[in-house]
């Protein structure tokens, strides 16, 4: 699968895509260097993943939406998981670090994310199990 650039419009349905509810995001600009080294594994990393969708937010074309997002350096990869953000990183990532994240996010119990969030939002801590 290729990637899909979003814009302020496409992105909160992007990222809540029943059919593949796993989102990967990248935020780049043209001129950054590691955005460019980062671009390729990217690209590959898509190839090999086709349930999970791989979005691009060019933040010079997307000002807004980078704000939105607090996006404060690039390149930065958020994931997505049933439309939580579920991991946030700046910096270009080595391939083998990026399908690390990509199973990781795979192998979450979304549940459990959700208790955590909902603790969080009480003010609790979040309970063990």
């Given at each position: ?69 607090q ?6 990869l ?39 969030i ?12």
């Amino acid at each position: 699968m290729s990637t899909v650039d979003i814009t302020i419009e496409t992105f909160e349905s992007t990222i809540k895509d029943a059919e593949k509810p796993i989102v990967l995001v990248d935020a780049w600009a043209a001129w950054c260097g590691p955005c460019r080294q980062f671009a390729p594994v990217y690209d590959a990393a898509a190839a090999q993943h086709d349930d999970v969708v791989f979005a691009k937010i060019d933040t010079e074309a997307q000002p807004e939406l980078a704000v939105g997002l607090q996006i404060q350096s690039i390149p930065t990869l958020m994931a997505f998981r049933d439309g939580i953000m579920v991991f946030r990183q700046a910096g270009a990532l080595p391939a083998p670090a990026l399908e690390q994240v990509i199973q990781g996010v795979k192998g979450l119990d979304m549940d459990m994310v959700r208790r955590e969030i909902a603790a969080q939002q009480d003010g609790a801590a979040p309970a063990a199990e």
